[in-house]
């Protein structure tokens, strides 16, 4: 259960009491009841998503923690076995018609007509054994469960587990490796392909496997009905790729059209990036750093800005999980900040995220974790930005009434900006661009007329709150951070587990690693930060949170970083231990602040990435402020230089985890006093402006 609203007849858990929620009360207000005493209180709202998103509130289950669900939240699509992925998926797409009705409209002869239609489908689909189990009893199950678990998808998938064995694959390892290749071989093919095909394909290679093998360890032939359930289970989409082509299964399977205006707040949110208009300088050494990459998400129904990142990471997953993390937390916090007249409102987990085909929105991922939290991914066809126009339109108001009126804005055509020195002119520091964003969208943005919308986005929001709409929000804090983590995978050691270079253990893993037999487990973490790890155990089926063993190198290192550290330390010695890696580190900051006095934007910019190390710039305005610096010994940038030079790395952009999703990994921070820069007619020049 990823998702959770604070609605009547709801059980949380909150400073050591159990309290399940009475009624629902004007301005954002609840009537609460203690469950051992009958005592009666009233809260805001927005105390209780403050507790939850503390760790100090948790829902429960009539009352009750239920265990076995508290250790399934934890699990993502990968964790099941990819036949009840699929059963899952094919079950939601039959309710799907039915979700989209008022409540009112699911009657029953709605129910009934439409297990009537999924039926039909058998004489037509030759693949028709899953619509033997629908039925209308199945399908207000099906909705039941998927509803009252606020939307997640998990719900949908068989319990197998509770079954005695029924729905695991009963063949041998030999078996099952057999079917499944000959599947893949002989069914995924344009031509048309019968079930007893792959039968007979599947008996001929068994016949083939078992003249070697002696008479007592020869292999059975499934029957042809566990080859078709096989068959039925695979991934639909997938199937029908195979016999159609991608263009027709992306029409068959895609649902997109014109954006429409939603009612209901967090029924539609978009979410895009953009390049913002605007030079920012360094608050060292005040030169200039560059331009900032801004990812937004937007409220349709209410056009409140939901959260936003903006830092000189470029649009990747990391940037996405950023700011959907914003979006989804409540930001109380704002006025006392950054000194704001209005409070930030919005907060909540999407019904639906709308996205481009960007490949950083495209990843599994990506999918896997809105698919738990219960948001729908729907993605735009190619070249259609007016498919969601409001965060496009967001943008552009964004330049016209905020960038572009700032010193140092580049703005959005090069005719516009003649002979504007956008470098010179920009007084704008990094730590304050936050606070200038904040500002606009609270006091400025919020607070003005929508043409739009026909009204103002923050009274809108206010008038759904006090008629009884709550968001969701996760079951807790810690479970959100998991879902929307990276995914790889590493064999757990006596050592613990070793990951680019770092050593991560718990005294939690060692009876994990005495069950898998030496078999690797599933890890997830977080780009901008590898101070710990979340490492799933199959058994019990939860993750286990794995420091890493040096905190202090650890804390708050991206991913980016540590690779630029690590690849650098191989340079000084045959082998990276702690030593190695700390060395680096320290040789490449006094780069970094040697390489200051650079002002060639496109260095400079790859400085900051380094200083911030994939945060958000509201994490960084309470951790500098502007100051002056004198000019840097030119000897020592000489010395420092020709060291930087030596340590030349590589382009790492296309190893391992690093790649996916849009990460760039390039180590291209100043290297020496000469640069290399392209003039207007594409010829190379040197550039000397220490």
């Not at 048309?192 to 083939?208: F, K, M, N, Q, S």
């Not at 552009?396 to 010179?424: C, E, I, Q, V």
């Not at 587990?497 to 030496?518: D, E, M, P, V």
């Not at 840097?632 to 382009?651: F, G, M, N």
Request: proline share 4%; aromatic share 8%; net charge neutral.
């Amino acid at each position: 259960m990823s998702t959770q609203r604070f609605s009547t007849g709801k059980y949380f858990h909150w400073q050591d009491t159990t309290y399940e929620v009475k009624r629902l009360l004007p301005e954002g207000k609840l009537q609460i009841e203690k469950v051992l005493t009958a005592d009666v209180m009233i809260v805001d709202i927005s105390t209780l998503v403050e507790a939850l998103f503390d760790g100090d509130l948790r829902f429960t289950v009539d009352g009750q923690d239920d265990h076995t669900r508290v250790k399934e939240r934890y699990m993502t699509l990968t964790d099941y076995p990819e036949h009840l992925v699929a059963v899952a998926r094919y079950r939601l797409q039959v309710i799907q018609p039915l979700l989209e009705l008022k409540v009112e409209e699911r009657t029953r002869a709605a129910v009934v007509q439409r297990a009537r239609e999924i039926r039909s489908t058998r004489c037509t689909d030759e693949n028709n054994g899953l619509h033997a189990s629908v039925s209308a009893a199945s399908i207000y199950r099906w909705i039941r469960d998927y509803t009252h678990s606020g939307n997640d998808l998990r719900a949908l998938i068989p319990a197998t587990r509770a079954r005695g064995g029924k729905g695991t694959s009963r063949l041998g390892d030999e078996v099952e490796a057999i079917v499944e290749s000959a599947i893949r071989d002989r069914y995924y093919v344009r031509e048309a392909v019968t079930i007893d095909d792959v039968v007979h394909e599947i008996a001929v290679r068994l016949e083939e496997e078992n003249r070697s093998r002696p008479a007592h360890e020869k292999l059975d032939m499934p029957s042809r009905r566990t080859i078709a359930r096989r068959i039925n289970s695979m991934d639909m989409r997938s199937r029908f790729e195979a016999k159609h082509g991608k263009r027709a299964a992306k029409r068959a399977f895609s649902q997109y059209g014109d954006s429409e205006y939603s009612e209901i707040p967090l029924e539609r949110v978009e979410i895009d990036h953009t390049l913002v208009d605007l030079i920012v300088i360094d608050d060292q050494d005040n030169l200039p750093l560059g331009r900032l990459t801004l990812t937004y998400c937007l409220d349709i129904a209410t056009r409140y800005p939901l959260g936003y990142y903006m830092g000189f990471e470029p649009p990747s997953y990391l940037t996405v999980m950023e700011c959907l993390h914003h979006a989804i937390r409540p930001k109380g916090n704002v006025q006392d900040k950054y000194n704001t007249e209005n409070v930030w409102v919005a907060y909540g987990i999407p019904s639906m995220l709308v996205v481009d085909n960007g490949k950083e929105f495209i990843g599994q991922d990506l999918q896997d974790a809105c698919l738990l939290l219960g948001i729908v991914l729907q993605q735009t066809p190619v070249k259609t930005p007016h498919f969601k126009a409001g965060v496009e339109r967001l943008f552009g108001t964004l330049n016209t009434m905020l960038f572009h009126t700032l010193p140092g804005t580049t703005f959005s055509n090069p005719n516009r900006r003649g002979d504007y020195n956008s470098a010179k002119q920009a007084c704008v520091y990094l730590s304050e661009i936050d606070r200038i964003m904040n500002i606009f969208v609270v006091d400025i943005y919020a607070q003005r007329y929508h043409d739009g919308l026909e009204g103002i986005p923050a009274r809108r929001w206010d008038e759904t709150m006090r008629s009884g709409f709550s968001p969701r929000v996760p079951h807790d804090a810690e479970e959100m951070s998991v879902l929307l983590g990276r995914v790889t995978y590493r064999t757990i050691q006596h050592y613990g587990i070793r990951f680019q270079s770092l050593r991560y253990n718990s005294s939690k893993l060692a009876a994990l690693r005495t069950r898998l037999k030496g078999e690797r487990v599933k890890i997830k973490y977080h780009p901008a930060d590898l101070s710990r790890l979340h490492v799933y155990d199959p058994f019990d089926m939860y993750y286990i949170e794995v420091p890493a063993l040096d905190q202090d190198y650890t804390q708050g290192l991206s991913l980016w970083k540590h690779r630029i550290i690590r690849r650098a330390a191989r340079e000084e010695s045959e082998s990276v231990d702690l030593a190695a890696l700390g060395r680096a580190k320290r040789k490449i900051q006094e780069i970094v602040e040697a390489g200051r006095s650079r002002k060639r934007s496109r260095t400079r910019s790859r400085i900051a990435r380094w200083d911030t190390a994939g945060k958000p710039t509201r994490d960084l305005a309470e951790e500098s402020s502007p100051q002056d610096q004198d000019g840097e010994d030119i000897a020592s940038l000489e010395a420092l230089s020709v060291q930087l030079a030596e340590l030349a790395l590589p382009d790492l952009s296309t190893t391992g985890e690093a790649s996916n999703d849009g990460w760039e990994i390039t180590y291209d921070l100043p290297r020496s006093r000469r640069d290399l820069t392209v003039t207007d007619n594409g010829k190379e020049k040197h550039d000397e402006t220490d």
